[in-house]
């Protein structure tokens, strides 16, 4: 189903051109800030906005929809491509997403269900997540609702035990109304995620903890699409879509550049970024 | 000083008013983390299949799943030993739970140290003040059967995220009748006028038993059961150090951060008065029967008649 806001589901190019504007809104939101989390933010980007625009079913005007989709933003550091995509899909005014990080904002620093309507679970530490995820699930489940839960975790994260005590718990119950996406842009605060603690190869290590996995190129929208319709069809077991990202995708001096983990971008490299993604 | 009657053990009256609740309300859910059989959780499985969910041997992953739960409406007991519920789950609850806003309730067993010959790792000493901490979670460790299954089934009703400790061996009776209990209200059990022992779970049996001995010296000692530690219920707390001006706080938990630091930290900004406590001191136990134990770390009537002639 598509959002219930929507007629019909946009197109791939318009999918790309709700990415582009928000990676534009990422850098400025983080530039106005003067701090925040740009990196991980820009490589989550194409993952949100096919989850938002094209995967879940929600209403941005009643946000506590009983039947709606959930999705959960684990890697809670990466909140202003999730305002953004929010923003972007009605839950609130473009406008609010300068207020970021600012004092009486509900776009708190880390995300919290108690400020911003909409946020399903506040994240931050991370880790926690898909245990929530599940949670909704099983919920779906006593209620004898439909509804998927989508759970956007990390690399990085994955370090966290307890990802791995959820994995092993949907993955018992077979729970096919979990779908999770890894955004895998190969690395977290202090280094490469190869060179902290190398989790690869993730696709066996879900597969042998019974999800269904693919995976795929995280920045091609069409990708991304194909393989959340799969996730959506999964019977049986829950679906792990493993997504090869690029920190600091689309703004050329933050590719790959893990001094972007959590620095905003200078006067200058806001100016610059905004003409790469003009 | 008279002989004690025991009721059963604090979590068996949890997993029997459990089962009772599972039939009275159809959004209550059940979780465990492998340990049902001694939370006694099982008793709400047994009846309620669909709505118990063992997670297994994950207490993180546990408290996790409940917030999910919780935000959907349902209401979730989760339960594992005190020790590894709190400690484990710590993160899960402060993120997931307190700073969520969600109605978690988080039940224990196998507090304090009265567990016995399993040993200091599988004791508890700390889950008050850890709990205590987190922003509003109220705090409660009931001191028998009866007031454990009243607590559990306001414990039910309250909106919002409560901590329960249960314990592992039979509970000395406290209330041979059923009254009124409330969540944030302490229970003055024995009227005094020369002292005031504030206590909970099981050291308000001790405190009781040492009242008695106190009469016997010319002392005459009120008794308040103070099963919610938090919200604190400062009223009577004040009421009765007014009357007496000496207070005695006993607990089967570390001196640091629970019951007695709480009526501390109260009675020292409005009412200061002498004060003693009853506390584990900062050290962890060991293997022995519960008696023992409760013997050697000074948790009896005994310890609290001692505390109290500190005070005269």
């Given amino acids: 189903m598509s959002p219930t806001n929507l007629k019909n589901k946009p197109s791939i190019e318009e999918l ?16 106005a800030a003067g701090n925040g989390h740009p990196g991980g933010s820009l490589s989550v980007t194409e993952i949100l906005v096919a989850l938002y625009f094209h995967a879940a079913k929600y209403d941005p005007k009643n946000p506590n929809w009983a039947d709606r989709d959930r999705i959960i933003l684990s890697k809670g550091h990466a909140c202003p491509a999730l305002y953004a995509v929010m923003a972007e899909a009605g839950y ?29 679970a506040s994240t931050g530490s ?15 489940n006593l209620d004898k609702k439909d509804y998927k839960t989508f759970c956007v975790i990390s690399d990085g994260e994955s370090n966290e ?9 949907a993955g018992h119950r077979k729970m096919d109304n979990v779908i999770a996406v890894l955004d895998a842009n190969k690395f977290q605060l202090d280094d490469s995620t190869e060179a902290i603690c190398n989790m690869e190869p993730f696709t066996d290590k879900w597969r042998a903890f019974h999800w269904d996995v693919r995976e795929i190129d995280g920045h091609d929208m069409k990708q991304v699409v194909a393989a959340l319709e799969w996730a959506n069809a999964v019977k049986g077991a829950p679906a792990m879509i493993v997504a090869h990202t690029v920190k600091g995708k689309g703004v050329s001096f933050m590719e790959n550049n893990n001094a972007f983990h959590g620095v905003a971008p200078t006067d200058a490299e806001c100016k610059k970024a905004l003409e790469e993604l003009a | 000083m008279s002989k004690r009657v025991f009721g059963k053990a604090t979590r068996d009256a949890y997993g029997e008013t459990l089962a009772e609740l599972g039939k009275e309300n159809p959004n209550i859910v059940v979780l465990d983390a492998d340990l049902s059989k001694s939370t006694k959780t099982h008793k709400f499985g047994d009846v309620f299949p669909d709505r118990f969910i063992n997670v297994g041997i994950q207490e993180a992953n ?17 339960s594992s030993f005190a020790s590894f519920l709190v400690c484990k789950g710590y993160d899960q609850m402060r993120m997931a739970v307190a700073f969520s806003e969600l109605n978690v309730k988080m039940v224990s067993s196998h507090g304090g140290i009265s567990i016995g010959e399993d040993g200091a790792s599988q004791m508890s000493i700390e889950d008050i003040a850890l709990m205590a901490t987190l922003p509003g979670v109220a705090v409660i460790n009931p001191a028998d059967e ?26 000395p009776v406290v209330y041979s009748s059923p009254r009124q209990f409330e969540i944030g209200k302490g229970v003055l059990v024995r009227e005094g006028k020369d002292l005031t022992i504030v206590a909970n779970g099981l050291l308000v049996a001790e405190a009781l038993d040492a009242a008695e001995i106190l009469a016997g010296q010319g002392i005459q000692a009120g008794v308040i059961d103070m099963h919610t530690v938090k919200p604190l219920d400062t009223a009577l707390l004040l009421q009765e150090a007014k009357k007496t001006g000496k207070v005695v706080v006993a607990e ?11 009526v501390a930290s109260y009675l020292s900004t409005v009412h200061p008065c002498k004060m003693a406590y009853v506390a584990i001191q900062d050290t962890y136990a060991e293997t022995a029967t519960p008696d023992e134990l409760l013997d050697k770390y000074g948790m009896r009537a005994v310890d609290v008649v001692n505390a109290a002639k500190k005070l005269f």
């Fill in chain 1, 16 to 31: 790309q051109a709700i990415a582009k504007r928000v990676r534009r809104h990422i850098v400025e939101m983080t530039h």
């Fill in chain 1, 92 to 120: 609130f005014d473009i406008s609010l997403l300068k207020t970021f990080r600012k004092m009486g904002s509900p776009l708190q620093g880390h995300p919290d269900r108690r400020k911003l309507p909409g946020i399903e």
């Fill in chain 1, 126 to 140: 991370l880790g926690q997540g898909l245990s929530i995820a599940i949670g909704h699930a099983l919920a779906a």
């Fill in chain 1, 161 to 169: 035990g307890q990802i791995w005590e959820a994995a092993m718990m």
């Fill in chain 2, 62 to 78: 546990l408290v996790g799943v409940a917030s999910g739960l919780a935000a959907c409406g349902k209401i979730p007991f989760i």
């Fill in chain 2, 146 to 171: 009866l007031s454990a299954r009243a607590l559990i089934r306001l414990t039910a009703a309250h909106n919002g995220p409560v901590y329960v400790r249960t314990g592992r061996p039979k509970a």
């Fill in chain 2, 252 to 262: 089967e938990h570390s001196i640091w951060g629970g019951l007695c630091a709480a």
